[in-house]
Nanobody, 110 residues
Framework: VQLVESGGGLVRPGGSLRLSCAAS????????MRWVRQPPGQGLEWVSG???????YYADSVKGRFTISRDDAKNMLYLLMSNLKPEDTAIYYC?????RGQGTQVIVSS
């Protein structure tokens, strides 16, 4: 089982980014997946989740700005982040159960 995130970078407040997570060794649509993040100097926090039935859930802090989705044919998970704020700065990880990738860094700064 492997998860590899990509798509992070430096973006100005109000900007957008799309994070991607390539999964291998399992089928992402068979299980719930989630995005978590770790802001600088802080612990992990849950951001968003998608069930095997494609129901989606969001932390209050990102609701209305972030969209989680998946491409079952490509076995990929995505997180579209819009109207980014400096407080969204963090390392973002996709996760399944207790497994997560190496993360991708997002920096929101002017």
């Amino acid at each position: 089982v492997q998860l590899v995130e990509s798509g992070g970078g430096l973006v100005r407040p109000g900007g957008s980014l799309r994070l991607s997570c390539a999964a291998s060794g399992f089928t992402i649509s068979d299980d719930a997946m989630r995005w978590v993040r770790q802001p600088p100097g802080q612990g992990l926090e849950w951001v968003s989740g998608i069930t095997s039935g494609a129901e989606t859930y969001y932390a209050d802090s990102v609701k209305g700005r972030f969209t989680i989705s998946r491409d079952d044919a490509k076995n990929m998970l995505y997180l579209l982040m819009s109207n980014l704020k400096p407080e969204d700065t963090a390392i973002y990880y996709c996760a399944k159960d207790n497994i997560r990738g190496q993360g991708t860094q997002v920096i929101v700064s002017s």
